[in-house]
């Protein structure tokens, strides 16, 4: 499966953004969804998780009452709405598909798509 994420970009603080992470080559719904984000100098940190058939979702400290996950998979394509972004979301944020996600473990095949910037300043 091919990943592709959208929809970074250059936000205020406060603002919002929704990112989409259209997938081709094969059913998204065979896998789930996992946002992430590594900023310059830090490693990468998990962001939220989706399970297949959209009916658990998980989020971390980081995104926990800011962030939702979601997917449609009839249009193979998973979402993250980030709302009240902060300087400190600033980074490049990914999406991975996979057979699972375990805390900061990622079980079976998995894929990633290429990064997209966003980045949060006045």
């Known amino acids: 499966v091919q990943l592709q994420a959208s929809g970074g970009g250059l936000v205020q603080p406060g603002g919002s953004l929704r990112l989409s992470c259209a997938a081709s080559?094969?059913?998204?719904?065979?896998?789930?969804v996992g946002w992430f984000r590594q900023a310059p100098g830090k490693r990468r940190e998990g962001i939220s998780y989706i399970s297949k058939s959209g009916g658990n979702t998980v989020y971390t400290n980081a995104a926990k009452g800011r962030f939702t996950i979601s997917r449609d998979n009839a249009k193979n394509t998973a979402y993250l709405q980030m709302n009240n972004l902060q300087p400190e979301d600033t980074a490049v944020y990914y999406c991975a598909a996979a057979d699972e996600f375990m805390g900061d473990y990622i079980l079976g095949r998995n894929y990633w798509g290429k990064g997209t910037q966003v980045t949060v300043s006045s």
């Open positions: 080559g094969s059913s998204l719904d065979d896998y789930a």
